[in-house]
């Protein structure tokens, strides 16, 4: 079942042009002379219940203003838009009761209360019932450590306290989906990985729907098995990542600890890419040979202490991806 439902979406938006010299400073100010600028160019795509989807793309690339449309702040210039059986712009109101938003670079909190007390406020703001809220609250707390520092104000978070906060309060009300827009901005390793561990816990527990956008690929790695991928306001790839990964990742690689000093360590179907020491680093076509077959053939002619079969960056294929615009329509 459909969640989002997006049919050649669009957004313009007209920009003034500014004419430079004296002459230009006076055409400025007596025309109004514009230009179209196509921040999203008729997109298509669904999103299933329970789905969580990485929205990625440079800056200006569309993903803002696609979550913007997408959240009722912007209304489209043409196509249609569906949210879990609304209009967002049209119905914001009752639409936004049923959504959570979780900006890496803003809070939704309260700046100078409590955390406790801004979630005491977001009850009444949504209507929580009290079994409801304290059931969520005590969840939360306990995954997001959030006792620490309940009874800090809000400006005395540390980035990564706040975005834990920020998570707790975007799902207070049992959303049945979340917009992360750069989640992990920011924050420790350690830090990174809880706000990970939560979020595919509300994704596989809770069944939450998730669109997640941020320039962080190891989210993405991490978290997301579909991928959307924008560019000038045009979508140019949509699948799953490991597709993303076949279709344009590139060469994989084989990395083997042998057993002895072998002089020779060529080996059919491979190209040595590094040697050190007795550690070889094949690369393979993935399309060319399979890596048990690899395996196969290293392990009939040389003696094998430890291997490992590495997939190809993410940032590989989604750079191709923009300099070939090999999906571009």
């Known amino acids: 079942m459909s969640i989002i439902s997006v049919t050649n979406l669009q957004k313009y938006f007209k920009i003034s042009k500014h004419h430079r010299g004296f002459w230009g400073a006076w055409r400025n100010l007596v025309t109004r002379e514009y230009h179209t600028a196509r921040a999203v160019d008729g997109i298509n795509f669904e999103i299933q219940t329970g789905e969580l989807v990485g929205y990625l793309g440079p800056n200006g690339a569309g993903k803002s203003t696609t979550i913007k449309m997408l959240t009722g702040l912007l209304t489209p210039s043409g196509g249609e838009l569906q949210v879990n059986g609304y209009v967002p712009w049209r119905e914001r109101q009752r639409y936004v009761a049923d959504i959570g938003v979780v900006f890496g670079q803003r809070t939704t909190l309260w700046w100078d209360l409590p955390v406790i007390e801004s979630f005491d406020l977001l009850q009444h703001i949504y209507r929580i019932p009290p079994d409801r809220f304290r059931q969520n609250l005590a969840e939360f707390r306990e995954l997001l450590e959030l006792d620490p520092f309940l009874q800090t104000p809000v400006r005395s978070l540390s980035l ?3 975005m834990r906060a920020d998570l707790c309060a975007a799902l207070l009300h049992n ?5 992360l827009d750069e989640p992990t901005i920011g924050l420790d ?3 990174k990985e809880r706000m990970r561990q939560f979020i595919r816990h509300i994704n ?3 069944g939450v729907t998730l669109i997640l956008t941020t320039h962080d690929l190891s989210d993405v790695k991490k ?3 579909r991928v959307m991928i924008i560019d000038h306001g045009r979508l140019l790839f949509d699948g799953r990542l490991a597709t993303l990964q076949a ?3 590139g060469k994989r690689e084989l990395v083997v600890d042998l057993a002895e000093a072998y002089t020779e360590v060529d080996i059919a179907g491979a190209q040595v890419a590094a040697r050190n020491g007795r550690r070889v680093t094949y690369q393979f076509e993935r399309n060319a040979i399979t890596a048990s077959e690899l395996i196969g053939r290293l392990s009939a002619q040389y003696r094998i202490l430890d291997l490992a079969v590495r997939e190809p960056d993410i940032e590989v294929a989604i750079r191709r991806i923009y300099e070939e615009r090999l999906l571009e329509k």
């Open 160 to 162: 990564g306290q706040r």
């Open 175 to 179: 959303p049945a989906l979340l917009f």
């Open 189 to 191: 390793v350690v830090a």
């Open 204 to 206: 596989r527990q809770h």
């Open 223 to 225: 978290l997301c098995e």
């Open 247 to 249: 279709q344009f990742g």
